[in-house]
C-alpha cells in the first residue's frame, strides 16, 4: 500500500502520544487511555502498510507503554505484554536489520519478559550494529589478538 494510506494514523498517533505525555503526571489513568488508543493507531497503520518498519516500531512501543503500565499495577500479565512487545521490535527489526535501535529495544523488552538469553542475543546484535563499525576499526588497528597468538615482540 502506498505512504498515504498508513500516515494519517501514525500522525493520529503521535498525536495522542504526545498528548498522553503531557498528562501522564497529573493523570496516570487518562494517560493511559491515550496510549492504548495511540497504540491503535499503530496498529492500523501497521496494518495499512506492513512495511513500514517505523509503523511496526510505534506499535511496538505503544505494546510497551502497556506492559509498562502493568509492571507499575504489579500485574501478573506485565510479562506477557513485554514479550509482546518484543515480538513486535523484532517484527520492526525484519522490516529494518540495520537498525540497532531496534535491536537494542527488543533486547530490553526481552529483559522485562523475563527472557534473559533472547535479551542477551538481541543486545549483542544492537551493539554490534551501533557500534560495530568503531570495534571493527580499533580491531584492524590493533590487530585481532595479543602476543598469545605467537607474534612475537
Not at 491515550?34 to 496494518?47: N, S, V
Not at 523475563?114 to 538481541?122: E, L, P, R, S, Y
Amino acid at each position: 500500500m502506498s505512504q498515504d494510506s498508513y500516515r494519517p494514523h501514525m500522525e493520529a498517533g503521535n498525536a495522542l502520544v504526545r498528548e498522553a505525555q503531557h498528562i501522564a503526571t497529573a493523570d496516570f489513568t487518562q494517560a493511559r487511555a491515550l496510549w492504548q488508543a495511540a497504540g491503535k493507531e499503530f496498529y492500523r497503520a501497521h496494518q495499512a502498510d506492513p512495511e513500514q518498519a517505523e509503523a511496526a516500531f510505534r506499535l511496538a512501543q505503544a505494546w510497551m507503554a502497556e506492559a509498562h503500565a502493568l509492571q507499575k499495577d504489579e500485574s501478573p500479565n506485565a510479562p506477557v505484554m513485554w514479550a509482546n512487545a518484543a515480538a513486535q521490535c523484532e517484527k520492526a527489526f525484519d522490516l529494518e536489520p540495520s537498525n540497532g535501535r531496534i535491536a537494542m529495544t527488543a533486547a530490553s523488552c526481552h529483559h522485562f519478559a523475563g527472557q534473559h538469553d533472547a535479551a542477551k542475543a538481541w543486545r549483542q546484535i544492537g551493539e554490534h550494529l551501533l557500534h560495530g563499525d568503531e570495534a571493527d576499526a580499533g580491531q584492524s588497528q590493533h590487530g585481532s589478538g595479543g602476543p598469545a597468538e605467537g607474534r612475537g615482540g
